[in-house]
């Protein structure tokens, strides 16, 4: 009789703690899912503010940007130019 009631303790026992464990999984298993979702969204955000960073600073765009803030920007030919004449008046 004693080992009946040992035996159905300890049953009872192992199912309350497997219950406890499958619940603790679920909780575990959610969470997963919430941050892989987060995960994605935020992906998703860095997409588009590559996508926008490359808009902007496409060579297009930046000489729009310079005409219009009247910044006086010089071509790379020029200033190779420029760097030339200087090169040849040092001598």
Do not use: C, N
Not at 70 to 90: M, Q
């Amino acid at each position: 009789m004693g080992r009946l009631i040992f035996l159905i303790v300890f049953l009872t026992a192992i199912a309350t703690h497997l219950v406890h464990i499958r619940q603790a999984e679920s909780a575990v298993r959610y969470e997963i899912h919430k941050l892989q979702s987060q995960q994605i969204k935020l992906r998703r955000r860095l997409w588009d503010q590559q996508v926008k960073l490359g808009q902007l600073t496409a060579p297009r765009e930046v000489r729009l940007r310079a005409e219009e803030m009247s910044l006086d920007l010089t071509s790379r030919r020029s200033y190779l130019r420029e760097l030339a004449g200087l090169a040849g008046s040092v001598d």
